[in-house]
Structures are given as C-alpha cells and as structure tokens.
C-alpha cells in the first residue's frame, strides 16, 4: 500500500525565521510525484510545489523548496522568511505514474506564524 | 486562466435526503474532474474520477455517485445521504495525468 506520513500534527514559528516541514513516504514504484499543498482557514487548497521523483535537483517556488531524498523517501518542505500568512495546515501528498489520477494524501500538519 | 467553481459552500441536510453538489471548469478543455472528502482532522481521500464525459472511476464504494454530463462539469451526487457523508468535499482539475490537481473551495456538508 502506499503511504504518506507527516509525524508531526502541529508547530510555530516565528515571523520570518524558516521552518521545515517533513514528510516520508512509502511505495515500491519508481515514477512518482510529490507535492506539497497548503490549506488556510479560507479551506481553500493550494498547490504549493512539485516535485518530480526522476529529478535530482530539488524544486523551489520562491520562499518555499524541498529537501526531496528519494532512497530514504523523504519529502520535506522549507518555508524561509515565514509570514503570518503561512498560517495553514500543510499536506504531502504523491502519485504514481502507474495510478496517475490518484493523488495520496498525508493527514496534515497545522502550521501557525507568530507576530 | 482556469477557475473552479464550487457550490454550494455550506450545506445542511438530513438523513436519508438526496444530495447534489456541481462542480464546474472554465477557461480549459477536456480536463480531468476529480471528487475528494476531507473528514476532519484528516487528509483528502479521493473519491471519484473522470477523464472524460460520461467516463467515471470510483475509488472507495459507498453510497455516493458521480456524473460528468458535460466537459466541464461534474457532479457529485447521492439517493439517500448517511450520518458518515458528513464532511468537507472537494473538486478539483487538472490538464491531465500526473499533473498538478488544483482545488475548488469545497463545501462543507452536515448530515442531522
């Protein structure tokens, strides 16, 4: 079964310090995607980045990049500069090229910015 | 660009009623329309599919429906809704395979 893990449910940090955000996965194919999204209090779920498994170099989407370890199938995420508007439960999630339409989902993890 | 469009945002009704929700796609063509519930606390479980008009696949049965009647549009529906279809659903795109899904802003449904 594939699997996606983020161990920890909750945590804060403070206005513009950097916090990382980590993520294991489990699955025995070779071609996947990995993403990360972001859900405020608005509900609304938004892509944050993507990452492809055959590429090495890490994705970055401005203040956001991951740290992507494939051997040890982790997916983590960096947020640099945090802003009060990071505020959101954040979720790693993946497909496979074989089940290409079935994205696999973390249970979340609840990120709160402090002034 | 391509929006999503959801409704509606909140929904209250009782057991044993009918359900609608409508998803609809615009500024894209052919997309792939998917189904998800979040039940709180938890991650996205998908629940339908459809890569085209007509065409569904359903991920986890239970008593809900799914319908695309138009390229755009897809709909999620049930006979007669249960305590446990409470929760948050989600629609969302995408171009194609392996490709990004973006999300509508969900409705939020309450079974009394």
């Known amino acids: 079964a594939q699997t996606v893990t983020q161990s920890q449910p909750e945590m804060s940090v403070q206005e513009a310090e950097t916090v990382t955000l980590s993520c294991t996965y489990d699955t025995s194919e070779n071609n996947y995607y990995l993403f990360w999204y972001k859900q405020p209090p608005s509900r609304q779920m938004i892509l944050v980045i993507r990452q492809e498994a055959y590429k090495q170099q890490n994705a970055t989407e401005n203040r956001f990049s991951v740290n992507f370890q494939k051997a040890a199938k982790s997916f983590s995420l960096k947020i640099s500069d945090s802003q009060l508007g990071d505020t959101a439960m954040y979720f790693c999630?993946?497909?496979?090229?074989?089940?290409?339409?079935?994205?696999?989902f973390g249970k979340g993890m609840k990120l709160t910015v402090n002034p | 660009s391509q929006t999503i469009h959801q409704w509606p945002a909140t929904l209250v009704q009782p057991v044993g009623s009918p359900l609608s929700l409508e998803c609809t796609v615009e500024g894209t063509s052919n997309p792939n329309l998917y189904w998800y519930r979040q039940a709180a606390g938890r991650g996205l479980q998908l629940l339908f599919y459809s890569v085209g008009i007509g065409q569904i696949s359903s991920e986890v049965p239970q008593n809900l429906s799914a319908s695309r009647p138009q390229d755009r549009q897809f709909i999620l529906s049930s006979k007669k809704l249960l305590l446990s279809d409470s929760g948050f659903y989600l629609c969302?795109?995408?171009?194609?395979?392996?490709?990004?899904?973006?999300f509508g802003d969900g409705t939020r449904l309450s079974i009394l």
């Open positions: 999630a993946f497909m496979t090229s074989i089940a290409s339409e079935k994205l696999v």
């Open positions: 969302a795109w995408s171009v194609g395979s392996n490709q990004p899904q973006h």
